[in-house]
C-alpha cells in the first residue's frame, strides 16, 4: 500500500479515521503491468551484448521489475537485440505468436530497426516489424545499455495509457498480430 501511494498519492482520499483509494480498473491493471514488464530476451548478435550488460552490476535493470523469462508462455515483452536473419524469421515470429496478450516488442539496434549495416544482404530482413509489430524502436549502432533502458522506461509510458475498453488492452496492431506483411520482400 506504501508503494501505490507513493506512485500516485492523487488517488487518495481522505476519509475520517484514513484514507480511500479511488480510481479506474485500467490505471491498478496498467500500474501492475508496468512495473512488472518481464522480457524473452532474443539476442541475436553484437546489439545482445549491450543487453546483457543493461543486467549487470552498473547498469542492474532488473530493479526496474525488468526480469528476463526464457519462456513465450510468461513473457510480456519480446527484446529483439541484434540482425535479424531471414532464417530466423519464422522462429521470432512463432515466439511471438506463443506469447499470451498484450504482449510488446522492442527492436534493439539499427539492424533490427532497418537491417542496420546489412541492409543490403541477402540473407538480412529489413527490420523486425515487417514480420512483428514493434513498439518501441531504439537506434544505435550498438545502442548503449542506458538507451535500452530508456526504450523500456518509453514503453512504460505506452502502457500507462492502454485502455481495457480497447480490446483488452491490445494495440490494433497486436490483435492483427503483424504489421504486414504477406508477399513483401522482408
Ligand atoms: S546494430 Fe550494430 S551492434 Fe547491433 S547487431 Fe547490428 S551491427 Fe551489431
Known amino acids: 500500500m506504501g508503494i501505490i501511494l507513493d506512485k500516485a498519492p492523487m488517488i487518495a482520499r481522505p476519509i475520517p479515521g484514513g484514507q480511500v483509494l479511488l480510481t479506474t480498473a485500467d490505471y491498478f491493471i496498467d500500474l501492475g503491468r508496468k512495473y512488472s514488464v518481464w522480457p524473452l530476451t532474443f539476442g541475436l548478435a553484437c546489439c545482445a551484448i549491450e543487453m546483457m550488460v543493461a543486467y549487470a552490476g552498473r547498469f542492474d535493470f532488473d530493479r526496474l521489475g525488468v526480469i528476463p523469462r526464457p519462456s513465450p508462455r510468461q513473457a510480456d515483452l519480446l527484446l529483439i537485440a541484434g540482425t535479424v536473419t531471414k532464417k530466423m524469421a ?13 504482449r510488446f516488442v522492442i527492436s534493439m539496434g539499427s539492424c533490427a530497426n532497418c537491417g542496420g549495416p546489412y541492409f543490403d544482404s541477402y540473407s538480412v530482413v529489413k527490420g523486425v516489424d515487417r514480420i512483428i509489430p514493434v513498439d518501441v524502436y531504439i537506434p544505435g549502432c550498438p545502442p548503449r545499455p542506458e538507451a535500452l533502458i530508456y526504450g523500456v522506461l518509453e514503453l512504460q509510458k505506452k502502457i500507462t495509457r492502454m485502455k481495457l475498453a480497447k480490446g483488452g488492452g491490445a494495440t490494433h496492431q497486436q490483435e492483427k498480430g503483424s504489421r504486414d506483411l504477406a508477399g513483401s520482400n522482408a
Open 90 to 102: 519464422g522462429p521470432i515470429q512463432e515466439i511471438y505468436h506463443q506469447m499470451p496478450e498484450p
